[in-house]
């Protein structure tokens, strides 16, 4: 009890004094505008539509406190906080419960959660701290001998994990193993395990109800088959898949060093090593291992610029390493009561220490980059003007300010690296009726131009400030 109240408490605490008050792009989350926006609207995503993300993030949406994005912003720090404490609670059943085992557990929570990656997906609206907590989840629910849950719940569990990031369903050969005996599950536990994963897939048909209502931000149009398949696999997405050279795999193999150091310092990460290569439970070292290994490659081996945001089970993996190699210190040391006292206030102070080292890192409360962006754009667009914008960050602010705060309705906002997708000027026609668009697909902002030729047109991306021409036929 004290020691999961100390794991809220420290976690609490740390994330208060340093998350984000309002929107911002710090830490990865470009995104956020566009995940607030569809949240609080009822709108979809960009893919893979993260169907659970948008379920349990609304109900924060109401708190009384804050801004719109702050009260989404409160339920990643949540998430992380629950996903730290599932990890204590998993780490004190798997080392039975021994002396040693309720401070190595809340040790190991407490390195995962204040981790500044970690940390600072707790500060902002993005998937990936729900995301920790279903990987935990899935690892817990999998590896757990007493567990007393049917096959179908595991299986259930990994298919809504999948339902907030499609990565998830690199955990899925993990159902194939038997941790009881014999390599593989029968068929029939097999086959129960499945069924509980297409029961969680059944999140996802909340998609194509919320694309049916034409909402302002609808990625794909879900209400089409085809739309559906579009934002569920990704499909945008792809061409990121093995692009980096050799080269490029060198260098994020180096940066990855760079980062778990980062994240544990050398005392974590030797101890974590230690603690891989002396962990006795089969099904423990298999699917941590698993894991980390999955989510590694995963990330090197993905294009994007921001791909080390994946790494987060990785980390997760990292933790419960290190934990095992603390806990089989402390066993070396079974006999010498003081010096197992003295090492674990030693690595307890040392983890305090840190904190205030890397909170400048993380802390993004007074970060207002975002918002001024926003402040800024809509006091000088000019009334009823055509905004063509480029660039994440700026296109879903912009969304988060009009669809979801229903600030400056009078303009157009036009992603304008979407323009060549049917479904987003058709999604043009049904958020800005007063626009003239005489045909859908492949349009080009010239089109646009000239069909509305009484319009002020406005031109925004990250590169250059806001621009603003006249229209010819006043």
């Known amino acids: 009890m004290y020691a999961s109240l100390a794991i809220i408490l420290i976690l609490g605490l740390c994330y208060s004094f340093a998350i984000a008050p309002d929107i911002t792009w710090a830490h990865f989350s470009a995104d956020g505008g566009d995940l607030i926006a569809a949240t609080a609207t009822g709108s979809v995503p960009h893919p893979g539509g993260y169907p659970l993300y948008l379920i349990l993030a609304r109900p924060f949406q109401f708190l009384p406190v804050g801004t719109l994005a702050f009260r989404t912003n409160l339920f990643s720090a949540l998430c992380t906080i629950l996903a730290a404490l599932v990890l204590y609670v998993f780490l004190i059943h798997q080392l039975h ?102 029961g969680g897939l059944l999140l996802y048909l909340l998609l194509p109800l919320r694309a049916y209502s034409d909402p302002p931000v609808n990625w794909g149009n879900a209400s089409t088959v085809g739309g559906f398949f579009w934002l569920v696999s990704g499909q945008i997405y792809h061409d990121y898949l093995f692009s980096p050279t050799f080269a490029d795999v060198i260098q994020r193999l180096r940066a990855f060093a760079g980062l778990l150091l980062e994240q544990y310092t050398w005392i974590g990460v030797l101890l974590g090593i230690y603690g891989l290569f002396t962990l006795r439970s089969q099904r423990i070292l298999f699917t941590t291992l698993w894991m980390g290994m999955a989510f590694l490659f995963y990330a090197v081996f993905y294009g994007s610029q921001d791909s080390q ?49 890397t909170f400048p890192y993380v802390d993004v409360s007074g970060d207002a980059q975002a918002r001024n962006f926003i402040d800024q754009a809509l006091r000088e667009i000019p009334n009823n003007s055509l905004v063509f914008v480029e660039g994440d960050s700026q296109i879903f602010s912009l969304w988060y300010a009009q669809y979801a705060l229903h600030q400056r309705l009078d303009i157009a906002i036009i992603a304008k690296g979407l323009l060549p997708y049917t479904w987003y000027t058709e999604n043009l026609s049904h958020t800005y009726p007063g626009i003239s668009i005489s045909e859908h697909g492949k349009l080009q902002s010239g089109d646009l131009i000239a069909e509305n030729p009484k319009r002020v047109v406005c031109y925004i991306s990250a590169e250059k400030p806001l621009q603003c021409i006249q229209p010819t036929s006043q």
């Open 97 to 198: 419960g021994r002396p040693r085992a309720k401070f190595v557990s809340v040790f190991a929570a407490l390195a995962y959660g204040l981790a500044p990656f970690v940390w600072g997906q707790a500060l902002v609206t993005e998937v990936y701290a729900l995301h920790g907590l279903l990987m935990i989840a899935c690892v817990y629910i999998l590896t757990l001998e007493k567990l007393n849950i049917s096959e179908w719940t595991r299986g259930f569990i990994f298919g809504v994990a999948a339902t907030n990031h499609l990565t998830s369903v690199m955990m899925f050969p993990l159902l194939l193993l038997n941790f009881r005996g014999g390599l593989f599950v029968s068929a029939r536990t097999f086959l129960i395990r499945c069924l509980g994963i297409a």
């Open 309 to 357: 945001v994946n790494l987060l089970p990785v980390w997760l993996a990292f933790a419960i390493w290190i934990a095992y190699g603390l806990n089989d210190l402390f066993e070396l040391l079974h006999d010498r009561l003081k010096v197992q006292w003295s090492l674990a206030g030693l690595f307890f102070a040392l983890l305090m220490i840190r904190i205030p080292f």
